[in-house]
């Protein structure tokens, strides 16, 4: 606790003391495009950049997809098992000034232990480290500096959460990207994406789409179906 605290007080220390900063970094801890965004044309572009076609030999982009997916998972399965932790601006004891622009009301009830941003996006950075050391030292830094510390800054996450994020996002991809397939599947995906290239691209854009957004489209989907079935 002492060392979030450290670091949450003394970020916290040039809250308000410059209205444009403050609403600059809302504004981008707000943006899919620079968040998600970013680190997926980074992705589309080591998919491509070999063979120009996303599913390789390799079946890179598969691993990814699922990597990430399972990393989000996990993710969500620790937040809601472990014990509740809340995020710094609803917990008193941490004693900030939440910024300018943060409904206070944001993300109340929900556990900030690990950050999904976190875990998602680190996850993804690991991918992009994966195809291309280079481009995957800038989607870390990305990551920390334009994802993950925006939300600590603007009182959304602990440091430990971001840390815990990031440590279970990156096992989760390494070990799905280092993990055995079945031997058919490498071919029965080629002949697939020679047979339905359309099919192929579209649903790979729709996925990487959502991951960009956090999926909040999709959850706002099936909430509002869940709502309309259950007639609330």
Same mark, same amino acid.
């Given at each position: 606790?002492?060392?979030?605290?450290?670091?949450? &007080?003394? !970020?916290?220390?040039?809250?308000?003391?410059?209205?444009?900063?403050?609403?600059?970094?809302?504004?981008?801890?707000?943006? &899919?495009?620079? /968040?998600? %965004?970013?680190?997926?044309?980074?992705?589309?572009?080591?998919?491509? $950049? $070999?063979?120009?076609?996303?599913?390789?030999?390799?079946?890179?982009?598969? $691993?990814?997809?699922?990597?990430? !997916?399972?990393?989000? *998972?996990? %993710?969500?399965?620790?937040?809601?098992?472990?014990?509740?932790?809340?995020?710094?601006? =609803?917990?008193?004891?941490? +004693?900030? =000034?939440?910024?300018?622009?943060? /409904?206070?009301?944001?993300? +109340?009830?929900?556990?900030?232990?690990?950050?999904? =941003?976190?875990?998602?996006?680190?996850?993804?950075?690991? *991918?992009?480290?994966?195809?291309?050391? @280079?481009?995957?030292?800038?989607?870390?830094?990305?990551?920390?500096?334009?994802?993950?510390?925006?939300?600590?800054? #603007?009182? !959304? =996450?602990?440091?430990? +959460?971001?840390?815990?994020?990031?440590?279970?996002?990156?096992?989760?991809?390494? *070990?799905?990207?280092?993990?055995? !397939?079945?031997?058919?599947?490498? *071919?029965?995906? %080629?002949?697939?994406?020679?047979? @339905?290239?359309?099919?192929?691209?579209?649903?790979?854009?729709?996925?990487? #789409?959502?991951?960009?957004?956090?999926?909040?489209?999709? $959850?706002?989907?099936?909430?509002?179906?869940?709502?309309? #079935?259950? %007639? /609330?």
């Amino acid at each position: 606790m002492a060392f979030d605290l450290t670091i949450i &007080h003394f !970020l916290n220390g040039f809250a308000g003391a410059s209205p444009t900063v403050d609403r600059a970094i809302y504004v981008v801890a707000s943006s &899919h495009l620079l /968040k998600g %965004g970013v680190l997926l044309a980074l992705l589309w572009w080591c998919w491509a $950049r $070999r063979t120009g076609q996303p599913l390789g030999s390799d079946l890179y982009a598969v $691993r990814t997809l699922a990597g990430a !997916l399972i990393a989000i *998972a996990v %993710g969500r399965l620790m937040q809601n098992e472990l014990p509740m932790r809340l995020r710094p601006a =609803h917990d008193p004891a941490v +004693d900030m =000034h939440v910024p300018p622009y943060v /409904k206070i009301e944001t993300l +109340d009830g929900w556990s900030s232990f690990p950050s999904d =941003h976190a875990v998602l996006f680190f996850a993804l950075a690991t *991918a992009v480290w994966w195809g291309s050391r @280079r481009l995957g030292l800038l989607a870390y830094l990305w990551t920390l500096v334009v994802i993950c510390l925006p939300r600590v800054y #603007l009182g !959304l =996450h602990f440091p430990t +959460d971001i840390l815990a994020g990031a440590v279970v996002g990156a096992l989760v991809m390494v *070990a799905m990207l280092r993990v055995p !397939l079945p031997a058919f599947l490498p *071919a029965w995906m %080629g002949r697939l994406q020679a047979a @339905r290239p359309g099919l192929v691209y579209s649903a790979t854009f729709l996925v990487t #789409l959502q991951m960009a957004t956090l999926f909040e489209d999709s $959850r706002r989907l099936l909430s509002g179906v869940a709502q309309v #079935l259950l %007639g /609330k």
